[in-house]
């Protein structure tokens, strides 16, 4: 089909009007010529017919698809980039080969129906992409054991000397290197859909509505693949209101004050320690707010280290003058520096992402002695751990404002989604106790906690374990508290410490820093001591002294 003509019906499409306003008319013209230089008209074409199959859905987008006004103007996205002033670049890029995402989250108890959707409505000619899962040294290390003979449950981190005999010692180990990188099974992508135009080929089927493709192989083909993904947090919101995002206000003072004192337990994607103490730190005032708190925090997920000092260290100030925020951030500072458009810039971001040493030097020739050199390089090399652009995080940031906003307003109501929908990183026990409190939970019962939490991982009355308690000195606490989440985190090369959540009673928890790492699998209480700290409107002790504990020892005390 004539490319224009594509473009034709993509512009029939436009479920919005384009403003009246120059740079939205110079934005439309930049785009629509990437999309029929590149032969992208199908592929939105393809996700608004999609959407016209779950109008009975919400949906929100994920990734950089809201970077794009033809997305906003077909109704893919509710995301203006041209009032939110973010580039193209990041999304579609004629400088690059590979074709851009439109990954889209639905609630995720009906992410099946919406998948089910497509294949009724292409039949034969859609199926789910496969994941490749590889063998690593554990699981390498685990096979070679097992075809060696190796009998029974193997323990985790079990020496080959435990469970085969010496002479087959260098077998295993040869076996484990010569499994690592080698494929162990398929399994079905997490919500990655292809689309034919004709019959998937039957060379690649793999079961009912899944081929033999791989997400890489999928972009080595150059298959436009669709991701239909699972948001547990819509799911809960939509439980509440089915209002649009779009719709809640960008202030509300309830709102403000509930982020501000870091009351995010059941908060889905806002929830966790550090982003409770980062809306601490940043006395969160506004949906735009969150959108900055989400691009800060979920990033720097696969980097322990800095993590772990973010729980003591987050400084709004510092935060917001020394930190690229968005990767189009990273964008705008390259074309800034070397006076280049925004494509050039964002291959510059690229190499920097993906760590292309080649090209990291050859950008540092370009800059020169630069009198930014340094601080730009800082920011730059940080790049690896991002993982958001500011369209992402904006969709995720009015997710957790509009989530925030009905805990604050309709509490009941919040914690009854909660409890049916959300599986958070705190102990079961912890979303219960918290909706009793909000009278979403009634808790007739009294005594027995103990008893019921080792049977059921939470319990029936309204009181919190007789024992948990603070005991609070100038300077010092002395706790017993049920750990409510944990994590261990890289502190430095060989160090680690742990980072605990403990319930000390009714709507009380404590933050703890534990100098080493430590797991509460089958000891779920922790008594300790410690120095209290107290920074950027959080506190946090830091333990010197501590004792994990089952359950039995201390379900006797009243």
């Given at each position: 089909?004539?490319?224009?003509?594509?473009?034709?019906?993509?512009?029939?499409?436009?479920?919005?009007?384009?403003?009246?306003?120059?740079?939205?008319?110079?934005?439309?013209?930049?785009?629509?010529?990437?999309?029929?230089?590149?032969?992208?008209?199908?592929?939105?074409?393809?996700?608004?017919?999609?959407?016209?199959?779950?109008?009975?859905?919400?949906?929100?987008?994920?990734?950089?698809?809201?970077?794009?006004?033809?997305?906003?103007?077909?109704?893919?996205?509710?995301?203006?980039?041209?009032?939110?002033?973010?580039?193209?670049?990041?999304?579609?890029?004629?400088?690059?080969?590979?074709?851009?995402?439109?990954?889209?989250?639905?609630?995720?108890?009906?992410?099946?129906?919406?998948?089910?959707?497509?294949?009724?409505?292409?039949?034969?000619?859609?199926?789910?992409?496969?994941?490749?899962?590889?063998?690593?040294?554990?699981?390498?290390?685990?096979?070679?054991?097992?075809?060696?003979?190796?009998?029974?449950?193997l323990k985790r981190g079990f020496e080959f000397s435990q469970v085969l005999p010496q002479e087959e010692i260098a077998e295993a180990e040869r076996v484990t290197a010569k499994l690592m990188g080698k494929k162990r099974c398929i399994s079905k992508h997490c919500g990655g859909i292809l689309i034919f135009d004709r019959a998937v080929?039957?060379?690649?089927?793999?079961?009912?509505?899944?081929?033999?493709?791989?997400?890489?192989?999928?972009?080595?083909?150059?298959?436009?693949?669709?991701?239909?993904?699972?948001?547990?947090?819509?799911?809960?919101?939509?439980?509440?209101?089915?209002?649009?995002?779009?719709?809640?206000?960008?202030?509300?003072?309830?709102?403000?004050?509930?982020?501000?004192?870091?009351?995010?337990?059941?908060?889905?994607?806002?929830?966790?320690?550090?982003?409770?103490?980062?809306?601490?730190?940043?006395?969160?005032?506004?949906?735009?707010?969150?959108?900055?708190?989400?691009?800060?925090?979920?990033?720097?997920?696969?980097?322990?280290?800095?993590?772990?000092?973010?729980?003591?260290?987050?400084?709004?100030?510092?935060?917001?003058?020394?930190?690229?925020?968005?990767?189009?951030?990273?964008?705008?500072?390259?074309?800034?520096?070397?006076?280049?458009?925004?494509?050039?810039?964002?291959?510059?971001?690229?190499?920097?992402?993906?760590?292309?040493?080649?090209?990291?030097?050859?950008?540092?020739?370009?800059?020169?002695?630069?009198?930014?050199?340094?601080?730009?390089?800082?920011?730059?090399?940080?790049?690896?751990?991002?993982?958001?652009?500011?369209?992402?995080?904006?969709?995720?940031?009015?997710?957790?404002?509009?989530?925030?906003?009905?805990?604050?307003?309709?509490?009941?109501?919040?914690?009854?989604?909660?409890?049916?929908?959300?599986?958070?990183?705190?102990?079961?026990?912890?979303?219960?106790?918290?909706?009793?409190?909000?009278?979403?939970?009634?808790?007739?019962?009294?005594?027995?906690?103990?008893?019921?939490?080792?049977?059921?991982?939470?319990?029936?009355?309204?009181?919190?374990?007789?024992?948990?308690?603070?005991?609070r000195r100038p300077g010092e606490v002395e706790f017993l508290g049920l750990v409510a989440n944990y994590r261990v985190f890289k502190s430095g090369a060989k160090d680690y410490i742990t980072f605990a959540t403990l319930g000390t009673g009714n709507g009380r928890y404590l933050d703890v820093i534990i100098p080493h790492a430590i797991?509460?699998?089958?000891?779920?209480?922790?008594?300790?001591?410690?120095?209290?700290?107290?920074?950027?409107?959080?506190?946090?002790?830091?333990?010197?002294?501590?004792?994990?504990?089952?359950?039995?020892?201390?379900?006797?005390?009243?």
């Open positions: 089909m004539d490319r224009y003509i594509e473009l034709q019906q993509l512009v029939n499409q436009f479920r919005r009007e384009l403003p009246q306003d120059q740079c939205y008319a110079d934005r439309l013209a930049e785009e629509l010529e990437l999309i029929r230089d590149q032969n992208f008209s199908r592929h939105f074409l393809r996700v608004r017919e999609i959407l016209d199959l779950t109008t009975d859905i919400p949906h929100i987008t994920r990734g950089s698809a809201g970077s794009s006004l033809v997305c906003w103007l077909m109704g893919i996205s509710d995301l203006d980039p041209v009032a939110e002033n973010i580039p193209i670049a990041r999304f579609m890029n004629p400088k690059r080969d590979d074709l851009p995402d439109i990954d889209l989250d639905f609630p995720h108890w009906q992410q099946l129906t919406v998948m089910n959707r497509i294949f009724k409505r292409w039949p034969g000619q859609s199926a789910r992409v496969s994941n490749y899962v590889m063998y690593k040294e554990k699981s390498a290390k685990r096979e070679a054991a097992k075809r060696l003979g190796a009998k029974g449950t080929p039957r060379s690649l089927i793999n079961g009912e509505n899944q081929i033999l493709l791989d997400k890489y192989e999928t972009e080595d083909l150059e298959h436009f693949k669709i991701d239909i993904l699972a948001n547990r947090g819509l799911s809960q919101l939509w439980e509440i209101d089915q209002r649009p995002l779009t719709d809640y206000p960008e202030h509300d003072e309830m709102t403000s004050a509930l982020l501000g004192r870091g009351d995010v337990l059941g908060v889905t994607q806002g929830e966790s320690p550090a982003m409770k103490r980062l809306f601490r730190a940043l006395k969160v005032k506004s949906k735009s707010d969150c959108t900055l708190a989400t691009a800060l925090i979920r990033p720097v997920a696969t980097q322990g280290r800095r993590k772990a000092n973010a729980f003591q260290d987050w400084s709004a100030d510092t935060i917001q003058q020394d930190t690229v925020v968005f990767e189009d951030d990273a964008i705008t500072m390259i074309a800034d520096i070397l006076e280049c458009d925004m494509y050039t810039a964002d291959m510059w971001r690229r190499a920097f992402a993906k760590r292309n040493e080649e090209k990291i030097y050859e950008f540092m020739q370009l800059i020169g002695d630069h009198p930014k050199r340094d601080s730009v390089l800082s920011a730059l090399r940080e790049l690896s751990h991002f993982g958001l652009c500011r369209a992402h995080a904006t969709n995720l940031g009015r997710l957790i404002w509009a989530l925030a906003y009905q805990k604050a307003h309709n509490p009941e109501q919040f914690w009854r989604a909660c409890l049916k929908h959300c599986e958070g990183s705190y102990s079961r026990w912890v979303y219960y106790q918290e909706a009793k409190l909000a009278g979403a939970v009634h808790a007739p019962l009294e005594g027995g906690e103990c008893e019921e939490l080792a049977r059921t991982g939470r319990w029936s009355s309204g009181r919190f374990i007789p024992a948990c308690t603070e005991i797991s509460f699998a089958d000891q779920p209480i922790l008594w300790g001591k410690g120095r209290l700290d107290f920074t950027n409107s959080s506190e946090c002790v830091k333990v010197y002294k501590s004792k994990r504990m089952k359950l039995q020892d201390i379900a006797h005390i009243d």
